[in-house]
């Protein structure tokens, strides 16, 4: 099943159970608009290519849209439509005042340089550049994308429009606009949620075995602050795979030989495992924070951890789903678990709307009491009716905005 298709079904079963109106139902099925652009750029051989670029805004009832723009070889328009959708439920949920989007060229940045990464975000922006605004659309970081990428958005988007706009897009560099705590605020949201989940189940963070699917920008932050707390980080990986060692990898030394080497693999004292294994390894926790589609219903039944936080976007399919609901398993649904980067984007733009800054202690409060708040309503709900915390986050949030339709009603 695709991507799209579990996103749906996810969709389909969480409607049923709302009850939600035929027609708003059909409506929150579908994007808004879908953009597919193509992107030709110099490359540094002389020779010109060509790359797929994708914007899609699920709903704007809220507000502006939001959501980021990820560079990878598997993006395609049903990706990049399914993690719209999951935008729209996230924002709604976190109380946000926007729409869901998302958008992505297809590239393997790995293989290009530092001027093609600059020249493709610079025909990109400009290609979508009709449809972004501080007040339409708002693009942010997500996979292989980072300050730089969005600080060059910022920039065309500038200079098209003959004065600098800093709302356009967010995790921007500090210099430009960008939040204090913005870099990190989705690990440091994941790592919230574990510190919440913990109590649930009666545990302490203290000696907690913790296994993360990933080691980018949310998986390495949430790995550092779960062994500044004293848990024993068991595995972390890459797209290549993954490395373990029951007794607790030293989170800090691999930071450090990741940034030398730019890897994780070579690293002392542990055994490869690949991305599959790390999934079942003894463990309490496991944060699956790399992408889509890794708990299945192939290997749900073997997960040990007794606690799932997702720092990725839809790493479980609703069969997984099921059967990890049947096992009692603790599970805080991406929606939920990943929201601190769009929370503190959400700052960022408000500060950039204002020209007035923050400072990091003030960010990082708001991000814990309204990540904190959320997470004691998604569980209280869930355990007055007895319904998994996926499906009740869904429901929050997908309530929100059916509510906000009927409330403007149907245009003309
Ligand atoms: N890409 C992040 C996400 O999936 C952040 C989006 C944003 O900050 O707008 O939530």
Redesign the pocket.
């Known amino acids: 099943m695709s991507f799209l298709m579990s996103v749906l079904k996810q969709y389909d079963l969480v409607t049923e159970k709302l009850k939600l109106d035929d027609g708003i139902r059909e409506r929150l099925r579908y994007p808004k608009r879908s953009l597919i652009v193509s992107i030709p750029i110099r490359m540094d051989t002389g020779k010109m290519k060509v790359f797929m670029g994708y914007r899609v805004q699920h709903d704007v009832t809220l507000g502006p849209s939001?959501?980021?723009?990820?560079y990878h070889p598997n993006v395609n328009l049903e990706e990049v439509s399914a993690?719209a959708m999951?935008?729209s439920w996230?924002?709604a949920l976190m109380e946000l005042p926007?729409g869901g989007?998302?958008g992505g060229v297809c590239c393997n940045p790995r293989e290009m340089s530092e001027k093609e990464i600059e020249c493709l975000t610079r025909r990109f922006t400009t290609e979508i550049i009709w449809a972004i605004g501080p007040q339409q659309d708002?693009?942010?970081?997500?996979?292989n994308t980072n300050m730089q990428t969005m600080a060059w958005m910022m920039d065309t988007y500038s200079m098209q429009k003959g004065n600098t706009v800093l709302g356009v897009v967010?995790?921007k560099p500090l210099v430009l606009g960008g939040s204090l705590g913005?870099e990190e605020?989705?690990g440091r949201g994941v790592y919230y949620m574990v510190e919440e989940s913990v109590q649930v189940i009666g545990k302490e963070l203290k000696g907690l075995k913790v296994a993360i699917q990933g080691f980018g920008n949310v998986a390495s932050t949430a790995a550092r602050l779960l062994f500044e707390k004293g848990c024993k980080v068991v595995a972390v990986s890459n797209s290549k795979g993954g490395i373990y060692n029951q007794n607790g990898i030293n989170v800090k030394n691999l930071l450090h030989y990741a940034k030398e080497n730019k890897t994780i693999s070579g690293f002392p004292d542990v055994d490869t495992i690949t991305n599959e294994d790390l999934l079942t390894v003894d463990c309490d926790v496991l944060i699956p924070a790399a992408i889509e589609g890794q708990i299945t219903k192939f290997n749900a039944a073997d997960i040990k951890a007794k606690i799932i936080v997702e720092g990725a976007?839809g790493p479980t399919t609703p069969e997984a789903d099921a059967i990890l609901t049947s096992r009692d398993v603790f599970l805080v649904p991406?929606i939920l678990a990943?929201?601190g980067?769009?929370?503190?984007?959400?700052f960022?733009w408000v500060q950039d709307l204002q020209f007035y800054f923050w400072t990091e202690n003030e960010v990082l409060n708001r991000l814990k009491n309204i990540m904190t708040n959320v997470f004691n309503r998604v569980l209280l709900l869930s355990q007055e009716r007895k319904v998994d915390m996926r499906t009740t986050a869904w429901m929050l949030g997908i309530n929100r905005v059916s509510e906000a339709q009927k409330a403007r009603g149907l245009f003309p």
């Open positions: 939001k959501g980021g723009i990820r993690l999951l935008m996230k924002c926007y989007a998302k708002i693009p942010a970081p997500d996979m967010t995790g913005r605020g989705t976007n991406d990943n929201s980067g769009v929370v503190i984007s959400y960022e």
